[in-house]
Nanobody, 126 residues
Framework: QVQLVESGGGLVQAGGSLRLSCAAS????????LGWFRQAPGREREFVVY????????NYADSVKGRFTISRDNAKNTVYLQMNSLKPEDTAVYYC???????????????????WGQGTQVTVSS
């Protein structure tokens, strides 16, 4: 049974930081691509970042580049999202996603992932 469990969300003031974690189980974590997406109220789910199995390849949305950092610990089956210089527009539910199989969809779209976590709320106050 595949599980992705996010944690670390919360309320923070603009300019502050949060670190999200996503603990994975039920699939071969070390060979999977992991991604973070977010969804604000009334908006579609949007891509934030992904990291390849080795950790050497990452890709960020322009809106978070230079402020967010993704990392993974394959020994702990966990992926992290360090979020710095947070802005009110970063407020959203953040979802962890895993791509475990070959797909036609790209890695910057939700359809490119096989499994999803339940999400964690991040709220940035101005």
């Amino acid at each position: 049974q595949v599980q992705l469990v996010e944690s670390g969300g919360g309320l923070v003031q603009a300019g502050g930081s949060l670190r999200l974690s996503c603990a994975a189980s039920g699939f071969t974590f070390s060979t999977s691509v992991l991604g973070w997406f977010r969804q604000a109220p009334g908006r579609e789910r949007e891509f934030v970042v992904y990291i390849a199995w080795s950790g050497g390849i990452t890709n960020y949305a322009d809106s978070v580049k230079g402020r967010f950092t993704i990392s993974r610990d394959n020994a702990k089956n966990t992926v992290y999202l360090q979020m710095n210089s947070l802005k009110p527009e970063d407020t959203a539910v953040y979802y962890c996603a895993a791509r475990t199989s070959a797909q036609r969809a790209g890695l910057r779209v939700a359809d490119g992932y096989d499994y999803w976590g339940q999400g964690t709320q991040v709220t940035v106050s101005s």
